[in-house]
């Protein structure tokens, strides 16, 4: 998380906005974390875009594994019907990369039109690490040495 939001800062020209859907129960999971984030860091200015790009950037690197990922996590949604909403957020060069190329990765696997499941997924198992490793804490500044 510390990377991303260091990343929008120091290289924010990098960062390109792309529309994406997030199922609406893992997007309120995600609000409600960074609020939590922003108290404990005192860090207002941590945003969606941040949490998309650390989630986006630990994504497997195997196709296969990212269609498991989502194919598990609509079998646990399979009687949800809240719709998602279409939100622009930006995020660094590595996550848009990914995002951007998604649709038709995944239409070359046959599994098209889910890059909701997808990126909700690869959201929920950030969170889910995130929540593991406790409350985000601002990190130390480091010091220069003489």
């Known amino acids: 998380m510390h990377e991303s939001f260091a990343d929008a ?5 990098s960062w ?3 529309g994406f859907r997030i199922t609406p129960d893992v997007l309120a999971d995600l609000k409600s974390r960074i609020n939590a984030d922003r108290r404990t860091t005192g860090n207002s200015q941590l945003a969606i875009g941040h949490y998309l790009d650390a989630a986006l950037r630990s994504a497997p690197d195997d196709v296969d594994e990212l269609i498991a990922m989502a194919q598990d996590f609509a079998g ?4 949800d019907t809240d719709k998602t909403q279409p939100s622009s957020y930006r995020v660094g060069r590595q996550a848009f990369e990914l995002v951007s190329t998604l649709n038709v990765t995944l239409q070359e696997r046959d599994y098209g039109r889910r890059g909701t499941l997808v990126v909700s997924a ?7 690490a995130l929540h593991a490793d406790g409350a985000l804490q601002r990190p130390e500044r480091r010091r220069r040495s003489n």
């Open 76 to 79: 646990e949604r399979i009687w």
């Open 122 to 128: 690869l959201v929920e198992r950030y969170l889910q």
């Open 16 to 18: 390109q906005a792309y």
């Open 9 to 13: 800062k120091l290289r924010s020209r």
